[in-house]
């Protein structure tokens, strides 16, 4: 029984899908002059925000990186891999509770985003993990980070180094 509504489901999201574009760009307030055409890799599709990293504490040289990724195109993009100026190793990880435990883990295959969808790194979940840095990250200043994707190009953005530390009186609104 499950099957059979699953492939139900499965057909009317076949049906659907010619349409799935308008509607999510609709929703995301983005449009899409220009862009019907496009079997053509669409290296625009993607937009970044919030990117930053973290400072380490003293003596470490691994820290964490986060940001939003929003896909705006009308295909999927899968989000490969990551660089940085400031270390020569970088993994996508997420953390994962385990008995009682909090773990992280490296995501394995890529990362893909729908179109439409956002995908958002963040403490606590995914996190772009940096390794072997070799230099002090200074906060308040911008460091570049370039994501590689299969088909939606590579994009580079400006991370902004922020403090481990969250300031308590800080300015802050909630
Ligand atoms: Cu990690």
Do not use: W
Not at 36 to 47: D, F, K, R
């Amino acid at each position: 029984m499950k099957k059979i509504v699953a492939l139900i489901l499965a057909a009317q999201f076949a049906l659907l899908a010619p349409y799935s574009y308008s509607q999510s760009a609709i929703h995301s307030g983005a449009h899409s002059v220009g862009h019907a055409h496009g079997s053509a890799p669409e290296s625009g599709a993607l937009t970044v925000t919030d990117a930053y990293i973290r400072t380490m504490p003293p003596g470490r040289t691994v820290t964490a990186g986060f940001l939003s990724i929003t896909n705006s195109g009308n295909q999927a993009c899968q989000i490969l891999s990551a660089e940085s100026p400031l270390s020569d190793r970088l993994e996508f990880h997420e953390h994962l509770h385990s008995d009682g435990m909090m773990r992280m883990r490296p995501v394995s295959g890529g990362l893909l985003i729908e179109a439409g969808d956002t995908l958002v790194f963040q403490p606590g979940g995914l996190h772009i993990m940096l390794f072997n840095i070799q230099q002090p990250l200074v906060t308040g200043e911008n460091t570049p980070l370039l994501l590689n994707t299969d088909q939606c190009g590579s994009l580079q953005v400006n991370a902004e180094i922020r403090s481990l530390v969250a300031k308590p009186m800080g300015g802050m609104h909630h």
